[in-house]
């Protein structure tokens, strides 16, 4: 005898309820194609002029003025053996690396002086300290161009020489460090300062020997940053540098007005100024992403 099997009838007032289908999304594992033509659009905007005015510098006038987009043909070497040999270059050079150098100095330390007590101690009106230094970053120095020549060449009598350009670049970099230091020196674990004091060492001995080599990835950060803006900045030496105490964005400049017709000439001189700063700013790049992640967690 065959036995029958029913289905169970639906409840009243239930109905039977069917999952939609999923729809799957295609996903790319290296990110999306759009990302990549985007990126490729912003490096090809970016970098484009970058190596028009390299390739430029192994052109001669007549290749330029014949065919301005194309490659050199042939290669031609004395547009860069022209400015290598020129003195002027080099002098521009010393002075930009002079004033760098002192700039990235004091910034270095006097931003981990002002942001050690920041970070680490409890006083009133911390905060509102610090505030002070979040406030800066609103005002550049075009702000303050004009008191800031009369204090440096008047007041201080620093004008044309490499401090009157350093100590000014240095403070307007300061609020930037200050930012940026505070909280990865916050980050830092309060147990290390305690051991450090029970062993009989003073806050500034901690300071000195053990937060300071700790904050080597912070201070490469806003020490790179210091030197690049520096090396970079024109308006504050345009005023305050005249004849050879000029630093090489200014030489940059004095080279494409006395030499207009020569543009061959005026692309090796420019590509050759900038490669200073990129090559030290490349080099620490790795540093300067692991110090703001610090800075970030802290």
């Keep these: 005898m065959s036995t029958m099997t029913h289905s169970p009838a639906p409840v009243a007032g239930h109905e039977e309820r069917t999952t939609p289908p999923t729809r799957r999304t ?18 090809a905007l970016t970098l484009g002029p970058v ?4 390739l430029g510098g192994f052109r001669t006038n007549a290749q330029l003025a014949d065919d301005p987009a194309g490659l050199p043909d042939p290669w031609v070497l004395t547009n860069y053996t022209g400015v290598l040999s020129n003195p002027s270059f080099w002098q521009y050079t010393l002075n930009s690396t002079v004033i760098a150098l002192i700039t990235t100095t004091v910034v270095v330390v006097f931003g981990m002086m002002a942001a050690y007590p920041l970070a680490r101690y409890r006083f009133r009106g911390r905060e509102q300290l610090f505030l002070v230094f979040v406030m800066g970053l609103l005002f550049p120095a075009t702000v303050a161009i004009i008191p800031l020549f009369i204090l440096v060449s008047q007041d201080l009598d620093l004008g044309n020489t490499w401090w009157g350009v350093a100590l000014p670049q240095a403070a307007f970099a300061l609020p930037m460090t200050v930012v940026i230091l505070r909280p990865f020196l916050m980050a830092l674990p309060t147990e290390i300062e305690e051991a450090a004091l029970l062993d009989g060492a003073t806050r500034i001995g901690f300071f000195w020997r053990i937060l300071v080599p700790l904050s080597g990835p912070g201070m490469v950060t806003v020490g790179v940053l210091a030197f690049v803006g520096s090396w970079n900045a024109y308006l504050l030496p345009l005023l305050l540098l005249q004849g050879d105490m000029k630093t090489l964005p200014l030489g940059v400049a004095d080279f494409s007005s006395e030499h207009s017709a020569d543009t061959a000439g005026v692309f090796a001189f420019t590509t050759l100024a900038m490669i200073p700063a990129l090559v030290f700013f490349l080099a620490m790049q790795k540093r300067i992403v692991n110090g703001l992640q610090g800075a970030v967690k802290g």
């Design 51 to 54: 190596l028009y005015g390299v």
């Design 26 to 43: 295609r996903r790319y594992p290296g990110g999306s194609p759009l990302v990549y033509a985007i990126a490729l659009v912003v490096v």
